[in-house]
């Protein structure tokens, strides 16, 4: 089986659009039996997506990676059952429904990494990657490995909906009902754009100390977006909602919350004037603005960074690297979160790390790889975007952890600056650690109230500048989903409390008054 295979439809009414795409006619290399279980928009039956083979083939393959040397081999073999619905101007624009299988061998002698991957799982084919895998260790000392052994992990996930339950139909509806509340709310928005997508991911983990896991992970990711027009201008709104989890994401959070507060972003930025430029105190509510430390510090704090010597904590292990209110965690075991899963990509049990306490950095986050090299732990932090990618060290769902502060004591005790209700997302160079991000929605402060919105702005600083000069965290930990790119895409949450930032550079549209 090749890939992912694709089908596209442009503009057709709901009742065609479900017989047409969710019935047939997608070129899916699969049995007749599965093309059924995976096409109707009927509830379907039961879809395992997760492949079985042999242990002995695992044995095998991992016999052969290291038949020239090396100290560690693992395979990594991946199923995954995907939809991607779009909703744009009100009508169904697309749907993309693939199943993506495939396997990676990897090869690890001393600091070097050997890797070849295949998407047609054979044994000979597993057996060809491996020797292409095993060239990297040639010359090196023999590993002698364990047989593989089936292991279990304590489970963070859990499901009330089996997405694979769930008619087609139903996912489209939860779409019109977004897209009807979005254009309800205000006049002034005059465009939705939704998009869905889940999927099961069914992974197997098979290496040379002897580890054997699989599991099945659920994944939805749901966005909306909406244009607001007014005033001369125009603003595009989004919100997100995310979760391993079944189809009772929509119970807990509904569609139309999701439309709303999209729709209210939107509406109140069409009133934005532009934003001063200058050093300033920089408010920022609790939720997704915790994307800023993500980037800024998060990415530092990875073991390949701090391996090669590159990053801006290298060598600063239990050393004060912020202040005193400025704890940071990376939790991979919050219960179906985005960043969840049960085990990392390399089966290390997901777990709590704290990375930084109350001002002092303790640990890094590694994968296998960098916890040889650094001799330190494995903090469960090994991720990889698909069967073709190599396991590098990635964040999960990090945060600042909640302080003392009431969040109105804090903005009340802010005379002026800038208060942050979302970000876009923004860059670090994990070498320098200077940091910029773009505000989708901000306000000015004056004397202790959020005011005027605006627009233009930027944050611009240093990571070591900004953990430093936080010197209020609140009480009110919140949490968005996210994309976190690292030349391979991973899924993430990022979260924080509201916190105050004194005197960071504010990039904006016009001089400051």
Known sequence: ?????????????????????????????????????????????????????????????????????????????????????????????????????????????????????????????????????????????????????????????????????????????????????????DPKIKMAFISYYDEVRGRTIANSEGLMLSDELPLMFFIVQTLGVGNNTRHMGRERLSKHSGFEMFDLVTPEEVARTCARESIVMLEAKDCPAGKMDVVMQNGWGGVLVHEAVGHPLEGDSIAKKIGVFTGKLGQKVASDVFTMVDDGSLPNFRGTTNFDDEGTQMKKNVLINKGVLEKYMTDILSA???????????????????????????????????????????????????????????????????????YLIENGKKTTPVKGATLIGNCLDIVSNIDAVGEDLAFGPGICGKGQMAEVSAGQPTVRIRGINVGGSRARG
Do not use: W
Not at 43 to 53: G, H, I, M
Not at 59 to 79: P, S, W
Not at 156 to 180: C, F, G, H, W
């Open 1 to 185: 089986m090749k890939s992912v295979r694709k089908y596209f439809v442009e503009d057709i009414p709901r009742r065609k659009f479900l017989q047409m795409s969710l019935k047939g006619g997608i070129a899916l290399a699969a049995t007749p039996a599965l093309m059924t279980q995976l096409l109707s928009c009927k509830k379907p039956a039961s879809v395992d997506s997760r492949l079985k083979l042999d242990p002995q083939v695992y044995n095998r393959t991992i016999q052969k990676a290291l038949e020239k040397g090396g100290e560690f081999a693992d395979v990594y073999v991946e199923n995954r059952i995907s939809r991607n619905i779009i909703m744009e101007e009100s009508k169904f624009k697309s749907a993309v429904f693939g199943i993506n299988q495939g396997a990676g061998v990897r090869v690890i002698s001393g600091d070097k990494t050997g890797f070849a991957f295949t998407d047609d799982i054979t044994e000979e084919n597993l057996m060809n990657a491996a020797e292409v895998a095993s060239y990297v260790a040639r010359g090196a000392d023999k590993f002698i490995p364990v047989d593989v052994k089936e292991q279990n992990r304590e489970s963070y996930i859990t499901v009330s909906l089996p997405l694979e339950d769930i008619a087609d139909d139903k996912r489209l509806e939860v779409m019109q009902r977004a897209n009807q509340a979005a254009l309800d709310y």
């Open 372 to 442: 040889k090299q650094l001799n330190m732990e494995r903090t469960g932090n090994g991720r990889r975007e698909t069967f073709r990618h190599l396991p590098i060290p990635r964040m999960t769902n990090t945060y600042i952890d909640k302080g003392a502060d009431k969040p109105e004591d804090i903005l009340a005790s802010t005379k002026g600056g800038i208060y942050v209700q979302s970000l876009s997302g923004g860059s670090v160079n994990s070498t320098t650690g200077v940091f910029n991000f773009t505000c989708r929605e901000a």
